[in-house]
């Protein structure tokens, strides 16, 4: 069992449009919780943290179940320029990050 | 926020050689940095741990002799792909482990095609 899977989609969604990722990962030890943004050919950005508590940025809520090792990221109001994969990252403290496959996401106008 | 830069950003290379990739945290110092690797499609797949100063620490299947890291100091390691075959063309990303937030800050990557 991989780690941290994900739907990799893709997602094709027109602008405006609300969609979701999920994401569950396999290690009960994971500490820190992450959604990535990855355009194509580009290094990963954070796009934010995923606390237990849900967390909002502007268009973007992201949430965690530690019960049931699940993370989701629900994107509102779709933009041309959120066309990316957006990859599912945990990790324990002092450890590396660890990447799932990435659900990719269109948006079409 | 924290820069970390990788050079080069891409190399083209003939079978057999040898490259080698920088990773330097500009505006922080990096006790450990991370190498990963990512094929076409698939996800970022972490090669080795480098710590500043001690011996590199593989994941599995990654071959430790052909794969070279060197972390000589708090702001720079390298990764050197000796005699380089076609199936090491990837994408090399590393990231640097801030000594003091413990975040981490992804270097732009390093596109190496192997012919």
């Known amino acids: 069992r991989k780690e941290v899977e994900q739907d990799p989609g893709p997602f094709n969604v027109p602008e405006g449009a609300t969609v979701a990722f999920n994401c569950t990962y396999s290690?009960?030890?994971?500490?820190?919780f992450f959604w990535y943004r990855q355009d194509c050919r580009k290094e990963p950005k954070l796009l934010m943290s995923v606390y237990s508590s849900g967390n909002e940025d502007g268009r973007f809520t992201a949430q965690l179940n530690r019960a049931s090792q699940y993370i989701s990221l629900l994107i509102r109001d779709s933009k041309l320029s959120d066309s990316a994969t957006y990859l599912c990252?945990?990790?324990?403290?002092?450890?590396?990050?660890?990447f799932g496959k990435g659900t990719t996401l269109s948006v079409s106008s | 926020g924290a820069v970390v830069s990788q050079h080069p950003s891409w190399v083209i290379c003939k079978s057999g050689t040898s490259v080698k990739i920088e990773c330097r945290s500009l505006d922080f110092q990096a006790t450990t940095m991370f190498w990963y690797r990512q094929f076409p499609k698939q996800s970022l797949m972490l090669m080795a741990t480098s710590n500043e100063g001690s011996k590199a620490t593989y994941e599995q299947g990654v071959e430790k002799d052909k794969f070279l890291i060197n972390h000589a100091s708090l702001t720079l390691s390298t990764l050197t792909v000796t005699s380089a075959h076609p199936e090491d063309s990837s994408f090399y990303i590393c990231s640097a482990e801030d000594s003091r937030s413990y975040e981490q800050y992804f270097g732009p990557g390093t596109r190496l095609t192997v012919t």
């Open positions: 290690n009960s030890a994971s500490q820190s």
């Open positions: 990252v945990v990790n324990q403290a002092g450890t590396a990050l660890i």
